[in-house]
C-alpha cells in the first residue's frame, strides 16, 4: 500500500527534475548566443552627386537647329544662339547618363568598380576621398577610363555643402556612340549651388572646345563658352562662339568671328531677350562690343564695304540692297518657346522684365577663340 502511494509522488518529483534541466539547457544556450561579439554595420550612402546642370528651356535652347548663312536673315543669326546654348545643354546628358549607369551599380564605400557605357563599352571608375590637387582640397574626385586605363575619359572633383563640382570629359570616350562628327572635343563644366554660387541660387560655367568645322559648313564653331546664373524663374546667361570661318555678306573677310550675347530668360513662361554682338575674333577686349560689333551695326558696315559709293543712302535703303529684312536685326531680340519672336520693341508686356542687362559683360573674343581645356591625370 506505501509503495503505490510514492509512485506518483516520485513521478511528480521527477517531472520537476525535468523540467528545471530543460530551463537551465535554454537558459545556457542564449547566455552563450550573448557572449558572441557583436559585429558593428556601418551603413555608406552613394556619393555620385545627382545634379550637375542648369537646363535652359527652348527659347534659348536647341541643339538640333541647323541652318546656313547663304541668305543672310537676322533670324537665322540670332536663332544659331539657341543652337550653341543646345549643344552645351546636350552635353548634360553625357554626364546624366553615365552618373545614372554609375549611381545604379555603386556601393557605398566601394570606390573602384567598372560599368557598361550606353556604347557598351566598359568604363573603368576610381572615387577617391579627402582628395588634395594643387589647388584645393575637396570631399570627392573621381575618374572614369574607356575600356582602357589608357583613354582618359573624365575627370570631376566635387564638395559637398556648399555643393560646387568642376567636371572635364572626353564626349567620344565616355559615350562612342554620340557626338562622332567631334572627335577631339573636350568639355569643362563648373556647377555650384547655395552660397558657393553667390549671387545667385544656382549657377554654371559650360565651355567647349575642339568641335569639328568641316568645310562644307564654314559658320559651324570650334569653341563654346556658356555661363548661366539662377535665380527663381530667371535666368542670366553671358555666352559666345568662336566661329573660324564664317562670313556674312563679305566674303573676302577672314579670321572668324565671336557669336557674343548675353540673355536673361523666364523660364515660368519659357521666353527670353538677347544682346547680340558678332566682333572679330581677334579682338582683344570686351569694352564697346554692344556698340561697335551689334547685329545692325556690323551687317551696314559690310554692305557700305561692298557698295563704297551708297554712304549717302539711308540705313532701310542700304538693307535693301542686300534683301535684307530690317526689323529683325534690331536689338534686343525676343524669344518664345519656338524660338525668335522678333526684335527691338517687346512683342508683349511680359518681355518687361528681360530687357535689363545691366551687370552681363560678354567673354572677350580672343579668350572664347583661345580657349583650352586640357584632359590628363596630374603629375605627382
Known sequence: MLANQ??????KMAGKIYQAIFISIITLIISCDSLEPEVETIEHEKVIPQE?????????NEPTYFSNLKNIKGDIIYNYIRQYIGYADFTAEFIEKAYERIYTIERGGIFEFSYTGLDGKTKHINIHENYVDSVSSWDYYMEIYNETFADLALRTWWNTAPFEQIIYFKPSSLNSDKM??????????????GDAAGPYE?????ALTGLTTPPEIPFDPDNIMISIGQYGNTLDIRGASNNPDVTLLNHHFRGGRNWSFVAKVNTAENIAAVKLALPPSEVETS?????????????????????????????DELLNLVNIDGSKIQSPAFFNQSGFVSSGDAPSASYSGLTDFEGLT???????RDYEIKLEVDEK
Open 6 to 11: 510514492t509512485i506518483p509522488k516520485l513521478n
Open 52 to 60: 550637375t546642370f542648369i537646363r535652359v528651356p527652348s527659347s534659348l
Open 180 to 193: 562622332k562628327e567631334h572627335p577631339d572635343a573636350l568639355v569643362e563644366i563648373n556647377y555650384k549651388t
Open 202 to 206: 544656382k549657377s554654371m560655367f559650360v
Open 287 to 315: 569694352e564697346n562690343l554692344f556698340t561697335d560689333y551689334l547685329l545692325k551695326k556690323v551687317l551696314l558696315d559690310e554692305i557700305l564695304e561692298l557698295y563704297p559709293g551708297s554712304t549717302n543712302l539711308s540705313e
Open 362 to 368: 560678354p567673354y572677350i573674343p580672343t579668350f572664347v
